[in-house]
């Protein structure tokens, strides 16, 4: 396989990788850090409303999961911040291809070859993620069985627990294109 990026052209997208990735970090930590506080303090809530004792410890199995999975993500992005995949660094038409070629399992022009056989490298096992969304929508699924059965707990059940089923499905579709890609097999 020819290469077609000098190593000045890789540490420039090395670079703007790097630029976005702490940006996108920033983002998130505004945004969702304030979710496991955010579910200690609605389960307090609720608490003063006499809300059973199995729904409180839901409740904290929840907000426990959430926190657990905020900090394997933020783990993750610190990880990457480090090293990031090239592809990061690429402007949008080029990221396009990339996911292009890794949802078609090949392509035929040897950059984006290059760029898509860095981001299989540098990408996460993800192997817990699904099984992590398929927890939170159990707990989400018991929280409607052993709620008192209104309207709202209904809804909230019935919307929270398909979401995410659908996302850990989607996690899953991913890894087996990662894989597969061209053949390659990260076992």
Do not use: K
Request: contains cysteine.
């Amino acid at each position: 396989m020819t290469q077609t990026w000098s190593d000045t052209g890789r540490s420039g997208l090395r670079e703007e990788a790097r630029r976005r990735l702490r940006r996108r970090l920033l983002v998130a930590t505004l945004v969702v850090a304030p979710v496991p506080a955010l579910a200690i303090v609605l389960g307090g809530l609720a608490a003063d409303r006499d809300t059973p004792l199995v729904d409180l410890l839901l409740i904290g199995a929840g907000a426990m999961l959430v926190t657990a999975g905020l900090l394997a993500a933020a783990w993750l992005v610190q990880r990457q911040h480090v090293d990031p995949p090239l592809v990061t660094g690429a402007d949008a038409e080029t990221r396009r291809a990339v996911r292009r070629a890794i949802r078609t399992g090949n392509t035929d022009d040897p950059r984006i070859d290059l760029l898509t056989r860095d981001l299989i490298a540098h990408s996460p096992r993800e192997a817990a993620v699904p099984y992590l969304l398929g927890g939170l929508a159990l707990i989400a699924l018991l929280l409607l069985v052993l709620s008192d059965w209104d309207t709202e707990d209904i809804v909230r059940g019935l919307l929270t627990a398909p979401c995410l089923v659908v996302a850990a499905f989607l996690v899953r579709v991913r890894q087996r294109r990662l894989r597969d890609y061209r053949g390659l097999r990260r076992d």
